[in-house]
């Protein structure tokens, strides 16, 4: 049974920063694109950001390029989110998700999705 479980979330003040991390267990995603979605109250889920499957590459929504960065560590199967200059706009549950085909998308079409991890951010 494949799970992705995201912890790390919780209350912060504007300008703080969070690290996210997803362990994934079941199968490796070593090799697999993974990716980072938030979604806020009353809004669809939105990309935020993914990287490749050797970690190599990386992709950003253009409203957390500059403040967030994603990495990987295959041998843990796990991914992570470090989030700097936290904005309120930044409140929203995160999920991770991984996919089992090469190409890293911004799209909702991953395989797999964590159960979520709340972030919120205070003016």
């Known amino acids: 049974q494949v799970q992705l479980v995201e912890s790390g979330g919780g209350l912060v003040q504007a300008g703080g920063s969070l690290r996210l991390s997803c362990a994934a267990s079941g199968r490796t995603f070593s090799g697999y694109p993974m990716g980072w979605f938030r979604q806020a109250p009353g809004k669809e889920r939105e990309f935020v950001a993914a990287?490749?499957?050797?970690?190599?590459?990386?992709y950003y929504a253009d409203s957390v390029k500059g403040r967030f960065t994603i990495s990987r560590d295959n041998a843990k199967n796990t991914v992570y989110l470090q989030m700097n200059s936290l904005k309120p706009e930044d409140t929203a549950v995160y999920y991770c998700a991984a996919k089992l085909s090469l190409r890293v998308t911004a799209d909702l079409a991953y395989d797999y999705w964590g159960q979520g991890t709340q972030v919120t951010v205070s003016s």
């Open positions: 990287i490749s499957g050797n970690g190599v590459s990386t």
